[in-house]
């Protein structure tokens, strides 16, 4: 149940702090237990807004402070010195209120990755179940594909004859087409699926919160920001928060969930004392427990762009620029639960080797039926191209880049200092110039001729590795997939064990992406959701234990 406050030192058996893809189902999850006292802090609002449930009308918010939380990087050294701005959800369902609503479970050579580097349980045959648990893919191979969970999976089958044209333009060029990506296969090409069930948006907050606020023993806080976790030695015993202009307490009798996400609970681990003991007397924070890990380790996937204008008027440029059309694809929404406001910018993708003698896929060239001067360029008033036009985006799947985020001070409300460190390992750069002559090749096929005017981004004039380099540095933007600042492991740089508990406290754990010590996958939502599940299964297994 919603709540407007809480009584003083209002005590719960757990806390879950942040509403975002894995707290809405870690809270879900524990409060489905009846004799679990639960509470859900989230520093933004409900997520009552139409343009959260339809998803291209994601183009109203990703540029809207109101539900997001603006952050910038510092300047970027090997980007002409340009910060980045990394947008996050601020709102109930956090992220997965205004990402791209992909349905990638990831690669599974990755999570067998995780399995070697120490992380017990976590090989994709341990998250195999997991993932369908939690899935619903009536059409999908039973033996591998789930049927009945919370969250719907659509496939984009024959979308458009722009995608057609780009599965067909790949195959063309050699590459194998996918019926189904996530059944394990992951390299090739394929029509994307999206977490949407009858075309509306089904993240977590749809798919797990939604259908339990209504529990008497879950209480959810909005506008609550965590400003630390509360400690009695080393054992958490509840958080202090910000709401309504006042810090306010609440306690936890079991277990504090740290579930902010990869850029806020690296954070709040340092402001309550847990991290490089160095960095927290820097910043005026008394250590608990030095815990050096904390904040290193971050990753994300850095984007580059190929843009081309259209020879047929059916992109997402067309629809936004011309009242007509937006009646059209509204009708055609209405009436059928399809069209492009179904989708929130990308139709079909290849995830692919750059050369052959690698084991796994390295790439990802994805379809986006749109265009625009960066990838905030989602109207025609924040840059959108002003003809029919769409975008090849260029991804390093497991990029050697590697960065870190640290706080700045003790005060909860500023935001932390982010370095990605994007490029600054050559092997990523050298990549991207594999990526976009690849891409170019794709957009010379034929089947993808009959749509193609011309390149706008970089251009025809832009061939050589220094012009395209220098293209790079200066266009190259943050896919919004960061991960890592928590990682777990057990090597000494590692910040929570297996079971997601964070090393030297007790009653504290992180369940988001934060944990996961590579990128899992092309996208990170479904992984994040998939850990949430498995954090959440973990809780309550060790609850029960306690028990008896």
């Keep these: 149940m919603f709540a407007e406050s809480l009584p003083r030192d209002a005590q719960f058996d757990y806390i879950v702090c942040g509403a975002g893809?894995?707290?809405?189902?870690?809270?879900?999850?524990?409060?489905?237990?009846?004799?679990?006292?639960?509470?859900?802090?989230?520093?933004?609002?409900r997520d009552n807004d139409i343009n959260v449930k339809v998803p291209l009308m994601v183009v109203n918010l990703i540029n809207n402070p109101e539900v997001t939380w603006p952050y910038m990087t510092e300047p970027q050294v090997h980007l002409n010195g340009k910060p980045q701005r990394w947008t996050r959800g601020r709102v109930?369902?956090?992220?997965?209120?205004i990402n791209g609503n992909l349905f990638a479970r990831g690669d599974p050579a990755e999570y067998d990755h995780w399995r070697d580097l120490g992380c017990t349980g976590w090989g994709y045959a341990d998250l195999l179940p997991v993932f369908m648990r939690m899935e619903d893919f009536p059409e999908g191979d039973p033996a591998v594909r789930g049927r009945g969970g919370p969250i719907h999976c659509t496939r984009l089958d024959k979308f458009d004859?722009?995608?057609?044209?780009?599965i067909q333009a790949c195959r063309q060029a050699g590459y194998r087409e996918l019926a189904d990506y996530n059944d394990g296969s992951y390299e090739g090409v394929f029509y994307l699926q999206y977490t949407t069930r009858r075309g509306l948006r089904n993240n977590s907050a749809a798919g797990y919160l939604r259908p339990a606020r209504r529990r008497p023993n879950l209480t959810v806080l909005t506008r609550a920001m965590v400003a630390r976790v509360l400690f009695e030695g080393t054992r958490a015993i509840g958080v202090e928060y910000l709401a309504a202009g006042e810090r306010r307490r609440a306690t936890a009798r079991r277990e504090v969930v740290l579930s902010a996400g990869p850029l806020a609970s690296p954070q709040l681990l340092e402001l309550s004392g847990i991290g490089n003991q160095d960095i927290l007397r820097k910043h005026g924070v008394r250590p608990i427990h030095h815990l050096p890990g904390v904040g290193e380790n971050l990753r994300d996937h850095p984007n580059t762009r190929l843009t081309f204008e259209c020879a047929q008027p059916i992109t997402v440029n067309d629809v936004l620029r011309s009242p007509l059309r937006k009646l059209r694809e509204g009708l055609r929404f209405i009436l059928r639960r399809e069209g492009l406001l179904s989708i929130c910018s990308a139709t079909a993708q290849m995830n692919y080797r750059s050369r052959p003698?690698?084991?796994?896929?390295?790439?990802?060239?994805r379809l986006q039926p749109l265009s625009g001067g960066d990838r905030y360029a989602r109207t025609p008033t924040t840059g959108?191209?002003?003809?029919?036009?769409?975008?090849?985006g260029v991804t390093t799947l497991q990029p050697k880049s590697v960065g870190a985020l640290h706080i700045q001070s003790p005060d909860p409300t500023r935001q932390a200092s982010m370095d990605p460190r994007y490029?600054?390992?050559e092997d990523d750069a050298q990549l991207f110039l594999r990526g976009m002559r690849i891409s170019r090749g794709i957009a010379g096929m034929e089947a993808l001729k009959p749509l193609v005017v011309r390149e706008t981004r970089p251009g025809p004039g832009v061939v050589d590795d220094r012009d395209m380099l220098a293209y790079v540095r200066e266009t190259l933007q943050t896919s919004w997939h960061m991960v890592g600042t928590c990682k777990m492991g057990v090597d000494p740089m590692s910040v929570v064990d297996p079971r997601l508990r964070v090393h030297g406290v007790q009653g504290l754990r992180v369940i988001d992406s934060s944990i996961c010590p590579t990128l899992p996958s092309s996208g990170t939502n479904v992984p994040t959701m998939a850990i949430a599940e498995k954090g959440a299964e973990m809780l309550l297994e060790d609850g029960n234990r306690h028990r008896t």
């Design 384 to 392: 959108m191209d002003m003809f029919p036009g769409f975008t090849f």
């Design 161 to 166: 004859p722009l995608s057609d044209a780009f």
């Design 423 to 425: 490029l600054s390992h």
């Design 357 to 365: 003698d690698l084991k796994q896929a390295d790439l990802v060239l």
């Design 21 to 45: 893809s894995a707290g809405c189902i870690v809270a879900e999850r524990l409060s489905a237990d009846p004799s679990n006292q639960v509470l859900l802090l989230e520093a933004g609002g």
């Design 92 to 97: 109930i369902g956090g992220s997965g209120a």
